[in-house]
Each structure stands twice: as C-alpha cells, then as structure tokens.
C-alpha cells in the first residue's frame, strides 16, 4: 500500500511558523492529490488542506489564509506551510494520498503523523 511519511512538526509559541513535509515512499506523488489532515486531543480528525495534480490548493476556513500547501514533483514532496500559528491548531498532522480533492477514499494509509504544539 502507499506509503507518505510526515515530518518539521515541533513546539512553537503561537504566532509562530512551522514548514510541515510530506515524502512519497516508492511511489511518484504526482498522480495523486494529497491532502493533510489534523487530530486534536479529544477532537475528531478533520482536513486542513488539500492540493489536486494540477496543484490547486483547497484549504479549510479555520486555516485560511495562515496555512499554504505546495508540492514539489520534483523532490516527491508536498508541503504545509503554516503560519501565526494559534494552540487550536495544535495536534498530530497526517499526509494522504487521495484521488480527488474532498470525500472518497484514501489511496495510502495513515502514517505516524507529525505532532504540533503551539504553546507559550
């Protein structure tokens, strides 16, 4: 099964950044959008953001304009930067492949994630 591996998650203070990274194992990324996904403590799992092939981004309200997701074929990795980080974003961050942006089945399986904290 496809396999994406998570990393660049740590401690910041709010208003912070972090650059989260999300690599391809064995396979090319550029087939598939990738969408990143956040669990909270105590909270469900939800989406964040999302890039298609074509590298159109969808990113959820609650992170509009502080996250930004990018890809780079090249480098078989995508990207999210986030910025002005506030402590409801912290949680464990996930990677997926997915055929389309939005509902339907995921096409990797769930990593071990990367876990943000924004705290003071």
């Known amino acids: 099964q496809l396999q994406l591996v998570e990393s660049g998650g740590g401690l910041v203070q709010p208003g912070g950044s972090l650059r989260l990274s999300c690599v391809a194992s064995?396979?090319?990324?550029?087939?598939?959008?990738i969408g990143w996904f956040r669990q909270a403590p105590g909270k469900e799992r939800e989406g964040v953001s999302c890039?298609?092939?074509?590298?159109?981004?969808n990113v959820a309200d609650s992170v509009k304009g502080r996250f930004t997701i990018s890809r780079d074929n090249a480098k078989n990795t995508v990207y999210l930067q986030m910025r002005n980080l506030k402590p409801e974003d912290t949680g464990v961050y996930y990677c997926l492949a997915e055929g389309v942006c939005g509902p339907g089945a995921f096409l990797s399986s769930w990593g071990q994630g990367t876990q943000v904290t924004v705290s003071s």
């Open positions: 890039i298609t092939t074509s590298g159109i981004e």
């Open positions: 064995g396979f090319s990324l550029d087939h598939y959008a």
